[in-house]
Nanobody, 121 residues
Framework: QVQLRESGGGLVQAGRSLRLSCTAS????????MGWFRRAPGKERELVAT?????????YYPDSMKGRFTISRDIAKNMIFLQMNSLKPEDTAVYSC?????????????WGQGTQVTVSS
């Protein structure tokens, strides 16, 4: 089993930056990929970014997330981060990290509880 815990959320003014962290614990050797998702009030959950957790730090961003969001990792600490710049009120959401267990190629097996990000105008 893997446990995920997010931190770094909060209330921020539009235009400012925020950095989220996610720490994995437990059977972390089984993790092949991690990602950040968000769910805004009344909307479906959407992918923000993913990063490989072994070898090259391959990252993926949906087109809608490119430019202001940067995912990174610290494998030694079993952590990933999400740097969010030029935040907008529409970025307000609960941000959750997720982990995929090898050898799965799709889907995520573990989820954190999420951290609230609120961007005021």
């Amino acid at each position: 089993q893997v446990q995920l815990r997010e931190s770094g959320g909060g209330l921020v003014q539009a235009g400012r930056s925020l950095r989220l962290s996610c720490t994995a614990s437990g059977n972390t050797d089984s993790i092949s990929e991690m990602g950040w998702f968000r769910r805004a009030p009344g909307k479906e959950r959407e992918l923000v970014a993913t990063i490989a957790m072994s070898g090259s730090d391959n990252t993926y961003y949906p087109d809608s997330m490119k430019g202001r969001f940067t995912i990174s990792r610290d494998i030694a600490k079993n952590m990933i981060f999400l740097q969010m710049n030029s935040l907008k009120p529409e970025d307000t959401a609960v941000y959750s990290c997720a982990a995929r267990r090898a050898p799965n190629l799709i889907g995520y097996n573990y989820w954190g509880q999420g951290t609230q990000v609120t961007v005021s105008s």
